[in-house]
């Protein structure tokens, strides 16, 4: 099960930092992923992280988003920097691939 949360409302240029909490050992046993989808579009991956801690970034948040984990907390993190209006959407983290149930996602909303 993942639980997500963090999100709300912040003012371009901004940060943000997300946590997804997963039960049992998903966290440090998985490759963990970071997820958004925007309004009236699809699901879009952000990054992912290796159970080694080794990172990988799509182009659009590389250099803003950094993403972390803590296995004693069962927690995932994702520091959002620098934030931008067209990052609008809800995230969700998974692991990867994508064998955990969706969680609800955590709304972040940037504004002008």
């Known amino acids: 099960q993942l639980l997500e949360s963090g999100g709300g409302l912040v003012q371009a240029g901004g940060s943000l930092r997300l946590s997804c909490v997963a039960s049992?050992?998903?966290?440090?046993?998985?490759?963990m992923g970071w997820y958004r989808q925007g309004p009236g579009k699809r699901r879009v991956f952000l990054g992912r992280i290796s159970r080694s801690g080794y990172t990988v970034y799509d182009e659009s948040v590389k250099g803003r988003f950094t993403i972390s984990r803590d296995a004693v907390k069962k927690t995932l993190y994702l520091q959002m920097n620098t934030l931008k209006p067209e990052v609008t959407a809800v995230y969700y983290c998974n692991t990867l691939p994508n064998k955990a149930v969706w969680g609800q996602g955590t709304q972040v909303t940037v504004s002008s």
């Open positions: 049992g050992s998903t966290v440090a046993d998985n490759d």
